[in-house]
T-cell receptor, first 113, second 112 residues
């Protein structure tokens, strides 16, 4: 089954404690990205990757890091989480970046206290 | 950053009613997508429109891309409770970027 899998689905952490949200896709997609979804602000792109070792900033990259060492994985790293990073996070992938269908993971609820 | 504005922000209607949701921008886009998101899940693609003036139908849902490719609408005929969800429009950022921009969303509730 084609899917995007992200973990953890739910996490409560404390300010400053580094955390990583993993993301994996099994569709051999070149394009992967991370979004955060906040009430009233919609879905905003954090980072995206066109292919292995190619990443670029989205609209809200501050406070986040990503890496794309393998085609299937695209982890999101919060080096020093802060309360304003409390949000619902989605990982997504698509065949290429050129207007193809975007497949989303089920989301990760992150609370930073 | 280009903005995609959706209206209305919230919509609560009775089963059987018709409704239209709008997605507007001041920029021109090569294509536009509509997604629906249900609680606890990620968005799922409904349609992609690519040609100005294009109309696509998906059962009771009709999507239109504006002639100038700056706006789009989603019309639902005889809404059903299963249509309840968050409707999002999305575009590629343009100007050689591969950033995706999503609209602010329309939260629809259809009451039985």
């Amino acid at each position: 089954e084609a899917q995007v899998t992200q973990n953890p689905r739910y996490l409560i952490t404390v300010t400053g404690k580094k955390l990583t949200v993993t993301c994996s896709q099994n569709m051999n997609h070149e394009y992967m990205s991370w979004y955060r979804q906040d009430p009233g602000l919609g879905l905003r792109q954090i980072y995206y990757s066109m292919n292995v070792e190619v990443t670029d900033k989205g609209d809200v990259p501050e406070g986040y890091k990503v890496s794309r060492k393998e085609k299937r994985n695209f982890p999101l790293i919060l080096e020093s989480p802060s309360p304003n990073q409390t949000s619902l996070y989605f990982c997504a992938s698509s065949r290429t970046g050129a207007g193809n269908t975007i497949y989303f993971g089920e989301g990760s609820w992150l609370t930073v206290v | 950053t280009q903005l995609l504005e959706q209206s209305p922000q919230f919509l609560s209607i009775q089963e059987g009613e018709n409704l239209t949701v709008y997605c507007n921008s001041s920029s021109v886009f090569s294509s536009l997508q509509w997604y629906r998101q249900e609680p606890g899940e990620g968005p799922v693609l409904l349609v992609t429109v690519v040609t100005g003036g294009e109309v696509k139908k998906l059962k009771r849902l009709t999507f239109q891309f504006g002639d100038a490719r700056k706006d789009s609408s989603l019309h639902i005929t005889a809404a059903q409770p299963g249509d309840t969800g968050l409707y999002l429009c999305a575009v590629l950022g343009g100007s050689g970027t591969y950033k995706y921009i999503f609209g602010t969303g329309t939260r629809l509730k259809v009451l039985a």
